[in-house]
């Protein structure tokens, strides 16, 4: 028997059919060879157990019927409308401790990337604010839930005041270059523009001011601190 032969298709009502007429034709004898085993199975009344037959039994059943004087029993006319059966492989019962050990190998893997994850979180009492830069309006040396919301707001306060005082004085400086640039010049765009320039410098000037002082004042905390918690 060729690799061929061993080919499973699925049992189809006319190849049912068929096999029922070579089993009212087959001897009592005949009907108890190996090589007809699934023919006579499937030809058996009522039986809807065998739902496969192999190419070497759709052979010996078109020979049986041709015997017989079948004309329409050809190989390739009883498997129309059949597919080959391909079989499942039936998944393999996993081991209760492999299942357990893996589980404990995934819980400790989510553990170390968690840790992973969280190592450049600052913990309480870290003490490396030194390193950071000092940036205007930003706290440093502490961890965030140190800091109290009535110093936040104190801050902010701040800060919108200088912003506030900066509006003010470029308006107020603008104003009186171009109310004394009456002094210069009678043409009112090169009043403007001087105006303009005086309350762009007045700006620059305020900016600087707060960055340099809020620059160095947090700089002398953070050199106070150390000393203060020794």
């Given at each position: 028997m060729?690799?061929?032969?061993?080919?499973?298709?699925r049992v189809t009502p006319h190849i049912r059919d068929a096999c029922k007429q070579c089993l009212a034709v087959l001897s009592k004898s005949r009907q108890k060879s190996p090589d007809l085993a699934q023919i006579v199975a499937i030809g058996t009344t009522?039986?809807?157990?065998?739902?496969?037959i192999s190419l070497a039994s759709v052979k010996g059943l078109s020979q049986e019927l041709l015997k017989a004087g079948e004309s329409n029993a050809w190989v390739h006319q009883l498997l129309r409308g059949s597919k080959i059966h391909i079989e499942q492989p039936q998944p393999t019962p996993r081991n209760p401790e492999l299942?357990?050990?893996?589980?404990?190998?995934?819980?400790?893997?989510?553990?170390?990337?968690y840790q992973r994850m969280t190592v450049n979180v600052m913990p309480h009492g870290f003490k490396g604010a030194e390193l950071l830069p000092a940036v205007?309006?930003?706290?440093?040396?502490?961890?965030?839930?140190?800091?109290?919301?009535?110093?936040?707001l104190r801050?902010?306060?701040?800060?919108?005041?200088?912003?506030?005082?900066?509006?003010?004085?470029a308006l107020g400086v603008g104003f009186a270059v171009g109310y004394a640039s009456y002094t210069l010049t009678s043409e009112l765009g090169w009043r403007v523009l001087m105006a303009l320039g005086a309350a762009l410098i007045t700006i620059l000037a305020e900016t600087w001011?707060?960055?340099?002082?809020?620059?160095?004042?947090?700089?002398?905390?953070?050199?106070?601190?150390?000393?203060?918690?020794?």
């Open positions: 060729s690799a061929a032969d061993c080919l499973q298709f009522g039986s809807t157990e065998q739902t496969t299942v357990a050990r893996l589980d404990k190998i995934k819980r400790q893997l989510e553990e170390h990337e205007p309006g930003v706290r440093t040396g502490q961890a965030s839930g140190v800091i109290s919301m009535k110093q936040e801050d902010a306060n701040k800060t919108i005041s200088v912003i506030i005082n900066i509006i003010f004085s001011l707060f960055v340099f002082s809020a620059s160095r004042g947090q700089k002398q905390r953070l050199q106070l601190k150390p000393r203060a918690t020794s």
